[in-house]
């Protein structure tokens, strides 16, 4: 049973920072593709950044809106991946969530799902 738990959600100002982390449960994960998205109130849940194994190496990918701002990372001997968001804007409150699959995916086809936290930019 794959297990995902997001933390690290908060309230920060307009140009400042946070930090999430998402623990995995299970299964192998250095090769689970693992993904970020978020929802905001009224929209639908979009794709943020993933960092998926090519057979060789970690690609990472991003919305266009985030690039630049934030960095998806992962640490295979904590079960981990972050994301690194600078340079917040009011645009990216949202409950973040965050994903992984068992194979090489970018914005669709996760598998297992974390329960989100929020992340509340204030301008």
């Known amino acids: 049973q794959v297990q995902v738990a997001e933390s690290g959600g908060g309230l920060v100002q307009a140009g400042g920072s946070l930090r999430l982390s998402c623990a995995v449960s299970?299964?192998?994960?250095?090769?689970?593709?693992m993904g970020w998205f978020r929802q905001a109130p009224g929209n639908e849940r979009e794709f943020v950044a993933a960092i998926r194994w090519s057979g060789i190496t970690y690609h990472a990918e991003y919305t266009e809106s985030v690039k630049g701002r934030f960095v998806i990372s992962r640490d295979n001997a904590k079960n981990t991946v972050y994301l690194q968001m600078n340079s917040l804007e009011p645009e990216d409150t949202a409950v973040y969530y965050c994903a992984a699959a068992a194979r090489a995916v970018v914005t669709t086809g996760y598998d297992y799902w974390g329960q989100g936290t929020q992340v509340t930019v204030s301008s």
């Open positions: 299970g299964g192998t994960f250095s090769r689970y593709s």
